[in-house]
């Protein structure tokens, strides 16, 4: 598999990747920002499916490194964010690290200085906690390990968080928390384990991903069964990340969005790598409503009929939600009062039209 590509700033991007049978096109387009409260009051998610997904796509070490595409190009760019901070971090938490993508990204030659430097020199040590070990270790052999200090641990649980107050300069978050059922209490948990005025940086799958595939799974079920099953997970939107970020303590909010669009041959290409990925349905009750072969083929041509490019390959739009809160800290930047402002913005604009 090629390294992803670090990418430059722009309002869209393209990334192509060769796989031995396919091409994938990755298409980037930044979004939009917006905050509302809310939040979730019951189970949705079973975790015990979760973790079995994760546990056997990482016995299968090839194909599961096979579809790190988009869980590396997320880490990157999360990545970006936190380097954007201009300090350094002696101890980092990555919270449902994966197969650690976040400490191979860090340890990537710096694009400024691909010769000489890598990310990795802004952080002292990283702390990679996951509750998959198969997945959590998949990698622990790899070349990477020995560029920075990564100490791996195996949680209980993803919604349980076992630190004292204030014990990391930073935590961060790659493609986990759209698992999570209680994520106010993680995220509250985050901000407690933060010492003040560090930053809490994420990124979760959330709004409309894979809108393609679940409008055809819906519209092929209604079609071949008259009627319509839960065959992909919810997710938060965007509106609501702001108020639980807001809710949980932190402050100096951002939230703002990105749609990574991937190409794919087929619809059944798409769900074998979501499977690889550890990234398949875990809504509780979901075994009750298996999908039918009739209906998976009639799904496939719903999803060409109506999302098709002209090449003959599928789309699949996953929807990145990032986040950044800060905990709050006595010498912490704070906005002025309402009124303090000694200029009138009126009055410039009026200036520069004259």
């Given at each position: 598999m090629?390294?992803?590509?670090?990418?430059?700033?722009?309002?869209?991007?393209?990334?192509?990747?060769?796989?031995?049978?396919?091409?994938?096109?990755?298409?980037?387009?930044?979004?939009?920002?917006?905050?509302?409260?809310?939040?979730?009051t019951?189970d949705?998610?079973?975790?015990?499916?979760?973790?079995l997904?994760?546990?056997?796509?990482?016995?299968?070490?090839?194909?599961?490194?096979?579809?790190?595409?988009?869980?590396d190009?997320?880490?990157?760019?999360?990545?970006?964010?936190?380097?954007?901070?201009?300090?350094?971090?002696?101890?980092?938490?990555d919270?449902?690290?994966?197969?650690?993508?976040?400490?191979?990204?860090?340890?990537?030659?710096?694009?400024?200085?691909?010769?000489?430097?890598?990310r990795?020199?802004?952080?002292?040590?990283?702390?990679?906690?996951?509750?998959?070990?198969?997945?959590?270790?998949?990698?622990a052999?790899?070349?990477?390990?020995?560029?920075?200090?990564?100490?791996r641990?195996?949680?209980?649980t993803?919604?349980?968080?076992?630190?004292?107050a204030?014990t990391?300069?930073?935590?961060?978050?790659?493609?986990?928390?759209?698992?999570?059922?209680?994520?106010?209490?993680?995220?509250?948990?985050?901000?407690?384990?933060?010492?003040?005025?560090?930053?809490f940086?994420?990124v979760?799958?959330?709004?409309d991903?894979?809108?393609e595939?679940?409008?055809?799974?819906?519209?092929?079920?209604?079609?071949?069964?008259?009627?319509?099953?839960?065959?992909?997970?919810?997710?938060a939107?965007?509106?609501?990340?702001?108020?639980?970020?807001?809710r949980?303590?932190?402050?100096?909010?951002?939230?703002?969005?990105?749609?990574?669009?991937?190409?794919?041959?087929?619809?059944?290409?798409?769900?074998?790598?979501?499977?690889?990925?550890?990234?398949?349905?875990?809504?509780?009750?979901?075994?009750?409503?298996?999908?039918?072969?009739?209906?998976?083929?009639?799904?496939?041509?719903?999803?060409?009929e109506?999302?098709?490019?002209?090449?003959?390959?599928?789309?699949?739009?996953?929807?990145?939600i990032?986040?950044?809160?800060w905990?709050?800290?006595?010498?912490?930047?704070k906005?002025?009062?309402?009124?303090?402002?000694?200029?009138?913005?009126?009055?410039?604009?009026?200036?520069q039209?004259?």
């Open positions: 090629l390294s992803p590509v670090l990418l430059p700033a722009a309002s869209l991007h393209t990334l192509t990747r060769t796989r031995s049978h396919r091409v994938i096109a990755l298409r980037f387009s930044r979004g939009y920002a917006i905050q509302a409260p809310g939040a979730p019951l949705i998610f079973s975790s015990q499916t979760k973790w997904q994760k546990e056997r796509a990482a016995a299968d070490v090839q194909a599961s490194r096979d579809v790190d595409y988009l869980r190009e997320v880490a990157s760019r999360l990545c970006e964010r936190l380097l954007d901070v201009n300090r350094h971090f002696p101890k980092v938490l919270l449902g690290a994966n197969a650690c993508n976040i400490a191979r990204m860090l340890t990537r030659p710096s694009p400024d200085s691909p010769s000489s430097t890598t990795a020199e802004r952080l002292s040590t990283l702390v990679a906690a996951e509750s998959s070990q198969a997945m959590l270790y998949r990698d052999d790899l070349p990477f390990n020995q560029a920075m200090e990564i100490v641990q195996v949680l209980p993803s919604e349980m968080l076992p630190y004292e204030n990391f300069d930073a935590v961060l978050s790659s493609l986990s928390l759209h698992w999570i059922n209680d994520l106010p209490s993680v995220l509250a948990q985050v901000n407690n384990v933060l010492k003040p005025d560090s930053p940086i994420g979760m799958l959330g709004g991903s894979l809108f595939l679940r409008t055809s799974l819906q519209l092929a079920e209604l079609e071949r069964r008259g009627g319509v099953s839960m065959h992909t997970s919810p997710l939107d965007v509106r609501d990340v702001g108020g639980l970020l807001q949980a303590g932190f402050h100096l909010l951002t939230v703002d969005v990105d749609d990574i669009v991937v190409d794919f041959p087929n619809s059944f290409a798409l769900m074998r790598d979501l499977q690889a990925m550890g990234e398949s349905n875990a809504v509780l009750g979901r075994e009750m409503g298996a999908m039918q072969r009739d209906a998976m083929l009639a799904a496939e041509g719903i999803y060409r109506l999302h098709g490019n002209d090449d003959g390959s599928i789309p699949a739009t996953f929807r990145l990032y986040m950044i809160g905990k709050e800290g006595p010498n912490q930047s906005p002025l009062p309402r009124g303090s402002g000694m200029i009138s913005i009126k009055d410039v604009l009026e200036g039209t004259k």
